[in-house]
Structures are given as structure tokens and as C-alpha cells.
């Protein structure tokens, strides 16, 4: 059921103080390699967090950045924004200086906390901050001298259930990140409907993510998820690999697995991968991109841990289509989330029959505020209670939901429409091919056709020609791809995703 807040409403209550009031306390919140901290260690490190930021005089409302890597200081910020009043913002912590620059000014962020490996970029793009007024560095003796000496009781801000909580970037594959400004209402309402009603977190989970917090997939599946329910975090800063994933897992024995379909690819082709123990996870997540059809396949033959593909997106904050646990229809994104509601429609704002291929409106109580200085995006989008998507899907007879694609990415040959995904999903099932990119690009005549960019699996050999016939039988003429591209590796967005947008200028 959709969740209503009462109209003074903080998230760090939600989510935080309201454990330590449950007696929880002393229960396990966090594990890294430094070992454990409990829900009470927790709070004490936000708390004091929240007075150095009082006392640095910032207040309510005003944005705070978060640029560090996954451990006990990302949460003790994160709450300790929260706590105070101020917005959290996050940011990758291995973001260039001119990156840097663009989110200090863009935000108009008056503190940050950063990582002191990252101390000299920060500072470089600081240096013409207009708004910057405080950068504190944690893992600098002098900042945990400071915090050390704070007081570990700190009463939480009255925010109203309506004030932005939270800033989540938005996946788009051109121009410069567009912020999504979400309210405290969201992120209660996403737990309520989704975290509890669908996958059911337990306080006897311990959850692991391959995205870090900064994305918003992570902050909820692998932070405010789990502390809703009382469970666990395991969190580890470096990049995930898949050697590092296998080894978390093993040292970890996580009971959910926050993953994305790159990792699933990567995890499914690591020639140790028959070796791996993942008997301790009960099931695995999926969201970002779709999952393609024979990814899950593999992943289901190889490991048989359940896998849910879902989407979700920022504007929405998090998933509202999901596989349900014992209710996976593979190469669908499952059913809507209780407490959300779906309409697939066409150009003129119609739904259509069941089968056919529409535009995604969603809504419910988790809708964002707006974009960021970005008002006739905001018009576009935000359609009363409706969120209007660019995504395309269809819904079969049982309810469940396939994505297409972006209706940028859609490709009309032969007066006909061609989900990328289809021949991507098609090209997968061919032995060599470790991952795939189907885009549109132009002939010589301006008409657009199917453009395939193929990386190869190690030490895997394949023609253009063996790959579009493999295609060409299996799929309608049309389909087939006009050029195969090869490449090492396909680029991709700040969020991870595949970058569509520069695969079209290649």
C-alpha cells in the first residue's frame, strides 16, 4: 500500500533513529573489512557528522555534497545531512576536477565531504567554487580529530514529508547530468511498496551491491532498504569486478545481491564462474537496463539464484515494475509494484492494446518534485500525478511488462518498429559474443538501419557476416544487423549504462 507520511517527516528518522527506538541498537548494521558497527554506531557517527555541519553554519535545505567511496563515512554523512535538515547530493568520488567543477556550480553546494585520495582534484575544481564554503576531508587526522570530539546526540530536523531529501542524477546518455529532486515522502514510500511489499527484506539480511550508494539503485537496495528492515550492509570501496564480487560474496555470504546486467555478463563469463559460491543469497536483483532473455538463462543455469529484473528510475525514485520471488517470467520486467500505477501509450497520449509497444506514464507517491533549474523538462515529464517516461514497453496478457527501449533508441526499418534489445538479446545467444550495442545509423541512401557493436568473449573469433546470418536466421529479415562494428569495450554513461549517444557517432 502506498505509504503516508505525516506532514513533519525526516528520513534519517525513518530509516536510522527509529531502530535505536526499536531496541535495535546493538543490532549489526554495517560490515566492511574493518569489521562491524551497529545501529547505535551508526547514529553516533551521523550525529556527530550533522554537528560539524552546524557548526559550520549550514542549514536547512541547502545542498551538501557526497563524494566517497562506500564505508562507514558515506553513511555517517548521509545521515548526518539528513539529520540537520540539508540535502544530500552524491557524486562519484573518482569524478576529474572539470566534473567536479560542473556539480559545485550546477548544485550550488555550500559543504562537501571528500575522500582525501581525491583531496588534490577536489581542490582544483574548488578553487573556483562560488558557493563552496567548507570541504571537509575525510580520512585527514585533522577532520576525525574534529568529528571525534562532537557530541554524539543530535535531535533530528522537522523537515516536512514534502522538503527535497535527496538529489538523484538522472541516466541520460547526452549533455551534462540533470539532478532529480526527491522528497523524504519518496524514499518511505519506495520502502513500503517495494522493499517491503515485494522483495520482503528481513532483519536476518546481509545485502551486497554492485553499483556504490552514489547510484540511487544502490542507496536504496543496499542502505535504506536493509535499515528499514533492520538487516544488514556489506560495503567494500573499490570498483566491482567480477573477481572482486566473488570474493565479497565468499567473505560476505550475502542473502541478496544488488546487481546489474554488465556484472550478470561479466559474472556468467568469468571462467571460474562453475566455481563460485552463491549458495548464501536467496535472490538477486537486476535493474539499469533490461536484462536480456539468454543473460538470464546463463545466469540461471550457472548459479540458480533467483534473478528479478525490474525497472525503476529517478524520477520515480527506484523500482515500480519487479519479478516477483517465484514469479520470474525471464526477459520481462515483471509486474507493477503495489501502490504504483502503469499506462503504456501512444503519440497522442492513448493507451494500447495489450501486445503492442507504448510509451511508459507511471505514477504514485514517489514521484519526484521536479528537475533541477530544468523547468520545461519539468513540464514535459511531470504530468500532475504522472511522471511521462521516454522509455517504450509492452504488457502481455498476464501483466507482465518487456522494454524496448528508449523511444530514441526505437528503430523504424521498413516501416516497421525494431526494438534494439530484440537483435541485441538475438546476437547473445551466439557463442562468441560477450556483449552487444545495437543502435540506428544512417546509410548512404539516409535511411536508418541497424548497426551492431559486438565485444567478442576472450579468445572467441567471429566474423561480420557469421553474425548477421546468425541473426537473419532466428529473427525476421528486417532485423538483421547492416553493419557489425567491433570493438574491446562499448563506453558507456556516468551511471554505467551503455552510452547509445557516442556508439551513433562512432
Keep these: ?83 540537520i535538515g540539508a540535502v544530500v547530493v552524491m557524486v562519484n568520488p573518482q569524478l576529474d576536477h572539470e566534473a567536479i567543477a560542473y556539480f559545485l556550480d550546477y548544485t550550488r553546494a555550500v559543504a562537501a565531504f571528500v575522500d582525501l585520495e581525491a583531496g588534490d582534484a577536489f581542490a582544483e575544481a574548488a578553487s573556483g567554487a562560488r558557493f563552496l564554503e567548507h570541504t571537509f576531508v575525510v580520512g585527514d587526522p585533522a577532520f576525525q580529530e574534529v568529528v571525534d570530539a562532537g557530541s554524539d546526540r543530535l535531535e533530528t530536523f522537522a523537515s516536512n514529508a514534502d522538503d527535497a531529501a535527496i538529489w538523484l542524477f538522472s541516466g541520460g546518455t547526452t549533455g551534462q547530468p540533470k539532478a532529480v529532486v526527491q522528497s523524504h515522502a519518496s524514499f518511505a514510500n519506495t520502502t513500503e511498496c517495494y522493499a517491503k511489499g515485494v522483495i520482503g527484506y528481513r532483519p536476518d539480511d546481509v545485502t551486497l551491491s554492485v553499483p556504490k550508494l552514489y547510484f540511487g539503485y544502490a542507496t536504496g537496495s543496499n542502505l535504506l532498504f536493509p535499515f528499514a528492515a533492520g538487516a544488514t550492509t556489506a560495503l567494500f570501496p573499490e570498483r566491482c569486478t567480477a573477481d572482486a564480487l566473488f570474493a565479497r560474496i565468499e567473505q560476505f555470504r550475502p542473502t541478496i545481491l544488488i546487481n546489474v546486467p554488465t556484472m550478470v555478463n561479466h559474472m556468467v563469463n568469468h571462467p571460474n564462474a562453475a566455481e563460485a559460491d552463491l549458495s548464501s543469497i536467496r535472490l538477486a536483483t537486476s535493474a539499469g537496463e533490461a536484462l536480456p532473455v539468454e543473460l538470464h538463462r546463463r545466469w540461471h543455469d550457472l548459479f540458480g539464484v533467483e534473478l528479478l529484473d525490474g525497472l525503476g528510475t529517478a524520477e520515480m525514485w527506484h523500482i515500480f515494475l519487479s519479478n516477483r520471488p517465484g514469479a520470474v517470467k525471464p526477459g520481462t520486467l515483471g509486474t507493477v509494484v503495489p501502490g504504483f500505477e502503469i499506462q503504456l501509450c501512444d503519440d497522442a497520449g492513448r493507451e494500447v492494446p495489450t501486445g503492442q509497444v507504448g510509451y511508459l506514464r507511471v505514477r504514485g507517491n514517489s514521484r519526484a518534485l521536479c528537475y533541477w533549474h530544468n523547468r520545461e523538462k519539468s513540464l514535459r515529464a511531470f504530468h500532475g500525478e504522472w511522471y511521462l517516461s521516454e522509455d517504450m514497453l509492452s504488457r502481455d496478457a498476464d501483466g507482465y511488462f518487456t522494454y524496448a527501449g528508449r523511444a530514441d533508441d526505437m528503430l523504424k526499418v521498413a516501416g516497421k518498429w525494431l526494438s534494439p534489445q530484440e537483435v541485441e538479446n538475438c546476437l547473445l545467444q551466439h557463442a562468441a559474443v560477450a556483449e552487444v550495442a545495437v543502435v540506428g545509423v544512417a546509410n548512404e541512401d539516409g535511411l536508418i538501419k541497424p548497426r551492431a557493436y559486438v565485444v567478442l568473449a576472450p579468445e572467441a573469433a567471429a566474423e561480420a557476416d557469421e553474425l548477421q546470418a546468425f541473426v537473419r536466421e532466428r529473427l525476421e529479415p528486417y532485423k538483421y544487423p547492416r553493419e557489425v562494428v567491433f570493438l574491446d569495450a562499448l563506453p558507456r554513461t556516468h551511471l554505467g549504462k551503455i552510452d547509445r549517444g557516442t556508439l551513433k557517432t562512432l
Excluded at 42 to 50: E, I, L, P, S, W
Excluded at 54 to 80: M, N
Aim: charged share 20%; no cysteine; glycine share 10%.
Design 1 to 83: 500500500m502506498p505509504f503516508t507520511p505525516p506532514d513533519s517527516f525526516n528520513i534519517a528518522d525513518y530509516f536510522l533513529d527509529a531502530r535505536i527506538r526499536e531496541g535495535l541498537g546493538d543490532r549489526r548494521a554495517l560490515i566492511t573489512d574493518e569489521g562491524a558497527l551497529s545501529y547505535g554506531d551508526v547514529q553516533a557517527m551521523a550525529n556527530r557528522f550533522g554537528h560539524l555541519l552546524q557548526d559550520a553554519g549550514v542549514t536547512p535545505e541547502q545542498r551538501v555534497i557526497i563524494a566517497l567511496p562506500d564505508g562507514p563515512a558515506y553513511l555517517a554523512a548521509l545521515f548526518g545531512i539528513l539529520k
